[in-house]
């Protein structure tokens, strides 16, 4: 396939092209892995020139490549141009259209485009719209495609719009909709994992598998980007689309083969067989909270409610929690938790699978969550797994202790890991989609929590816990867990710390 392509950025002066977009592509670049011939584009309101956008992506990818390689930095930075663009007028499109057709000319490249969207949600229907207007989706000089970062869509009625809206000038194909998590190389690991080690699959199901927990912590706070999380919310910024991909890669069948197709078709049915909860059943199945201001190691950390952009009213949630069942033959019955939120102790983002315990306790054992093996797989930081066992503990008697067998992808000797951007632009030059969101999942994962959307707005007496910085949210949430033994496992920035309050 013809992989020669002009890479346009909508939005090119923002935070997203400058910290991951532009560092990516160069990392493509340095390991020879971006086509012969490409152009990058950078399009927004910005008024700079060629030679002054070139400089502000030099200086942000010495800021942001994590490799100490620059070697090739300005034979790179030589294949980046800028065009002033206003996003609302077809004019601008109209001249964006000539220039594309010059540099084409000028470098021998056919039509192959790709459009990345790294703007506010805002413009997901303007941009689009404004590109097909000037035959800008049109595919019969080299394909089109189209990027475009969550949220897609606010609500199930937003995201039908967006879809409907989307459709109407592009096809499915042609849409790539990012989520970054599915970049993340420990996340594919989670296909690895599950389908190349004969061992798991016939454990991997409600006989043998007690609870599964997906947690995803941040220690960060809301940071500059109150404007647009005030608005969102944990629920609707990390479980809506990352952590349920998680679970979707979790729970899948096997695919029949890793064609795109297949992959996204058994993670679709994960989705669709997501246990409906009822309005009703809300409070019993969620927990919200909101940090509160506190000292962390001395000193003082402000409240979400005292940062920049939010209101000091405001009542979005900043950790989310919630139990959920899926509905088929290999999950039924078997409880999912998950649960994400900002400034708590640590970053770390995890799965833990939770199998039974054995059926007759030979051995003591203090109660039933410590009998349980566990394999957690970290998806960052300290990336690896972990198989938590029994063995005897040495001496006279049959005492029995947990001991961890470990691996860490930093042992892998001259691995780098790629940075999820990096895997899923050159996916998208190479048109692989696997790795990105189709709309009926979007629909699909909208639908699911549209109730705890709705009860959660409309129901006052749905408590938002306040929770001090630096803690792991509300302790209401341990009440999701029906047994009182069973508690959240508290994971630390170190994979073999878990299940302490780790240090801050
Ligand atoms: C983004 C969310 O999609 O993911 C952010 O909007 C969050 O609020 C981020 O901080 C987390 O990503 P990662 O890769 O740091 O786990």
Redesign the pocket.
Known sequence: MDTNHIHVIFGASGDLAKRKLIPALYSLYVQNLMPEKFLIVGAARTDISNDGFRELMGESIKKFYRYDDFSKLNEFLKHLFYEKIQYDDINSYQNLSDKLNKFRVDKEINGNSIFYLSTPPSLYDVIPLNLALVGLNNESDGWKRLIIE?PFGYDLYSALKLKEMLLRNWKEEQIFRID?YLGKETVQNLLVTRFSNGIFEPLWNRNYIHHIEVT?A?KIGVENRGGY?DNIGALR??IQN?LLQVVGLIAMEPPSSLEPIFIRNEILKVFQSLHPIKIEEVPFVSVRGQYISSYVNDEYVKGYREENNISPESKTETYAALKFYIDNWRWGGVPFYVRTGKRLPTQV?EVVIHFKPTPHFLFSRKNIYEACNKLIIRI?PDEGMLLEIGIKTPGQGFEVQNIDLDFRYSELRNQRIPEAYERLLYDTINGDNTLFARTEEVIAAWKFLTPIIEAWKNNPDIPLYGYPAGTWGPLEANKLFEDKNITWHYPCRNLSDNNSYCEL
Do not use: A, F, R, V
Request: hydrophobic share 10%.
């Open positions: 969550k970054h995803s941040e999380y910024d990390m990352h983002t960052q």
